[in-house]
């Protein structure tokens, strides 16, 4: 059974990622790619659907952190007999992806367990297994896997097992390595000399951050977080590592969070910009406009790593879920819905991306030129929303505010770039969106923005408003959706997205409190002048983060567990833009509002 997700750490090569548990055991990891089958999917499972445990016989105490500034996990298991630390690492790779974990001896002699249980596609194929002069070779269809050790292996219940001793100074290492099945097994790799380049490599790429607050240390773990997944041959950032973590235990919101969302394109590229990374902004904001072109009535909410367009979703039955949260899904069928937000983040994305003085495109202005042609129409039809919700379509106030995002952002493009376009018909157009959500998607009864035309209902969405300049802060119809969110949406502190109903959604209700939406309440309550308020949350955020830092989708204040995929992207860029809201009045908050408020 997988463990809870505060007990698991990442480790990755920036084109992959596994889950390490607090036991030693390596419950997830998809070879080659983010997207591709896993080869280790007990998580979603039990062992037999495949693991990687190295740990001691018999454990008293168990501690880990990552090394500073890297993504180098270092696991100290305290036994009756000594001490011995498991470090693990993945190199960003050249070509093939390495997987290295060495034990390290510590103090007395200590007896260790190795099981490794392999299971190509999601835990469903038993490999064809050989031995090997140090280890040995798997192979099932085009996948062939490789472990490369210094100890006597066995074959045991479809499984490879060792059991060996470590003594204080001892180091042993075990390399485990991916190829395609028809092609020529690599050389085998010297695990100490790979992850002490592994470390400089990460060593290096944090001194970059540019970050200087009370905060440092969990900005720069976000950071590292943030760039482990970041497909690196294409710049694409996917939403997690994992598919299928529910949103509530024991429930059906299983989703596949391993693509790129482009409504995650602006928070994105101010934390990267404002910290130092101009280099992954430049290659996140290359992938967008890559991925993007095309008709704009097809255009995609998320894309594969590659910018890939269909991604179809199936469910596994072989797999019987994390806690027994079915169905276990991969690929997202919420690819080819419409939602209108995409639109003003893409525009509000690529009018950051010149402000910042990132390398010239000439090509993105005729793109945005032709979506924005279509979203003049397109503006006017229901959608499917930001939460990407699975009833019915609605006019979705927050959509309307992202298609008025978009209209004003091209405009002030025009202006303060001098590119040409329509400049007056979009002002008019830019009105009257304006006008029209501020006359339907507000409850004057309820003297509160609501989550679709005509409605009473909240939603977290709303809370983006004055962030992306929409109405000032301060406006009173702003204080009052403030104020609404923090009376109906709050759960133990922390905000839902919106009351899940099964005429709204389409689905059971029940999910955990949305965690980058509370960063936006944060942001909400700095721009409101309640800056006590306002560190008091983000500090009981920060303590949500398991021991080495990391953050999921969604937290289940009933269970006090993280729930949802993990470690999720956007809790983590929610966290770094906040920490800039607080630390300087140059932040996010205060630079993505336009001037141009009203009209």
């Known amino acids: 059974m997988a463990q809870p997700l505060e007990d698991y750490a990442l480790i990755g090569d920036c084109q992959t990622a596994a889950l390490v548990g607090r036991d030693g055991s390596i419950d997830w990891l998809c070879l080659p790619y983010f997207s591709s089958g896993a080869c280790f999917a007990s998580l979603l499972g039990n062992r037999e659907h495949g693991r990687w445990k190295i740990a001691p016989r018999d454990v008293v105490r168990t501690t880990r952190r990552y090394r500073r500034g890297t993504l180098i996990l270092e696991t100290e298991f305290e036994t009756p007999d000594g001490a011995v630390t498991l470090v693990d690492g993945m190199p960003p790779r050249s070509e093939e992806p390495d997987l290295v974990r060495m034990v390290v001896g510590r103090r007395g002699t200590v007896t260790m367990q190795m099981e490794l249980t392999i299971r190509p596609d999601y835990g469903s194929i038993v490999p064809w297994v050989r031995r090997t002069e140090r280890g ?9 896997y490789l472990l490369d050790c210094g100890v006597p292996l066995l074959g045991e219940n479809l499984s490879t097992v060792a059991t060996f001793e470590v003594q204080a100074g001892d180091q042993i290492p075990f390399v485990f390595m991916w190829h395609p099945s028809h092609q020529a097994a690599p050389e085998p790799l010297d695990a100490a000399t790979t992850l002490e380049a592994t470390q400089k490599w990460w060593s290096d790429w944090s001194s970059r951050c540019t970050y200087e607050g009370p905060w440092k240390e969990a900005v720069l773990r976000s950071l590292i977080t943030l760039k482990a997944l970041t497909f690196m041959p294409t710049g694409g950032i996917v939403a997690a590592a994992t598919t299928s973590l529910p949103e509530q235990l ?33 290659a996140w904001r290359q992938w967008l406009l890559r991925s993007v072109a095309g008709d704009p009535a097809q255009m995609n909410i998320m894309y594969g790593i590659g910018g890939e367009r269909r991604l179809t979703e199936v469910e596994l039955p072989w797999l ?20 209108l937000d995409v639109f003003g983040e893409l525009m509000d994305a690529l009018f950051l991306a010149r402000q910042a003085g990132l390398e010239h495109d000439e090509n993105s202005w005729r793109v945005q030129t032709l979506l924005m042609r279509f979203l003049e129409n397109a503006w006017k039809e229901p959608d499917d929303g930001i939460w990407e919700i ?32 329509p400049l007056d018909k979009w ?3 830019r ?7 501020c006359r339907e998607g507000f409850n004057a009864t309820r003297n509160t923005f609501v989550q679709s035309y005509g409605g009473e209902e909240l939603d977290a969405s709303l809370l983006m408003l004055p962030l992306v300049g929409f109405l000032p802060p301060d406006d009173p119809r702003m204080r009052g959706t403030v104020e609404a969110i923090e009376q109906d949406l709050l759960c133990d502190g922390f905000v839902a997205r919106y009351p899940t109903k099964q005429d709204v959604d389409g689905l059971p209700p029940g999910e955990g409190a949305f965690l980058a939406c509370t960063f936006w309440l944060v942001d909400n309550l700095i721009l409101l002048g309640r800056r006590r308020d306002a560190e008091k949350l983000f500090e009981r955020l920060l303590g949500l983060r398991n021991d080495v830092g990391l953050l999921s989708e969604e937290y289940d204040t009933s269970a006090g567990r993280l729930v949802g995929n993990f470690p999720q992207a956007f809790s983590h860029i929610g966290l770094v833009n906040t920490a800039r809201n607080l630390t300087t009045d140059h932040s996010p908050a205060q630079q993505r509002r336009t001037k ?3 009209r």
């Open 431 to 437: 009105a009257q969106m304006h006008d029209e959500i």
């Open 427 to 429: 002002k008019a157009l």
């Open 136 to 144: 040995i070779r798997a192979i099932a269809g085009p996948d062939s």
């Open 596 to 598: 141009s408020t009203r």
């Open 320 to 339: 019987p879920g994390y806690e027994r949260s079915l169905p276990v899904r991969i690929g997202n069928a919420a690819h080819s819905q419409f939602q």
């Open 390 to 421: 699975r009833g019915p379509r609605r006019h979705f106030t927050h959509s309307k505010v992202m298609a008025w995002v978009a209209a004003d952002r091209m405009i002030r493009t025009v202006e303060e770039f001098d590119y040409e376009g």
């Open 250 to 282: 024991g429930g059906v919101r299983n989703w596949d969070y391993r693509y790129c969302w482009v409504r995650d394109a602006t928070f994105t590229l101010y934390s990267l910009l404002n910290n130092g990374y101009t280099e992954e902004a430049s």
